[in-house]
């Protein structure tokens, strides 16, 4: 059984930055993709990064120069290093696993294309 937990979230100032953790377990991570999505009241989940077996990453356009995921492969463990955050960012963040890659695109970020989800933890972000 596959078991994905973050870790890390809370309450910052704009401007301030968080770092969040995402252990997978009883998951083979091989050739797919991990990535951290985030979801606010009343809106559809959104594909924040992903990064692939290798490291390739993908990001959305909003957080591209602020964020940055990386992984322990050893460990099973992703993080997302979130800089510069903004009120905007605000939303409870979940982290992804064994999701779809494609050369066009590398990994996807599109939240259907995901097959394992953690519970979320929130980022709250004030102005």
């Known amino acids: 059984q596959v078991h994905v937990v973050e870790s890390g979230g809370g309450s910052v100032q704009a401007g301030g930055s968080l770092r969040l953790s995402c252990a997978a377990s009883?998951?083979?991570?091989?050739?797919?993709?991990m990535g951290w999505f985030r979801q606010a009241p009343g809106m559809e989940r959104q594909g924040v990064a992903a990064?692939?077996?290798?490291?390739?990453?993908s990001y959305a356009e909003s957080v591209k120069g602020r964020f940055t995921i990386s992984q322990d492969n050893a460990k099973n463990t992703l993080y997302l290093q979130m800089n510069s955050l903004k009120p905007e960012d605000t939303a409870m963040y979940y982290c992804a696993a064994d999701g779809r890659w494609t050369l066009a695109t590398y990994c996807s970020l599109v939240a259907y294309e995901y097959n394992y989800w953690g519970q979320g933890t929130q980022v709250t972000v004030s102005s």
């Open positions: 009883g998951y083979t991570r091989s050739s797919y993709c």
């Open positions: 990064i692939d077996a290798d490291g390739s990453t």
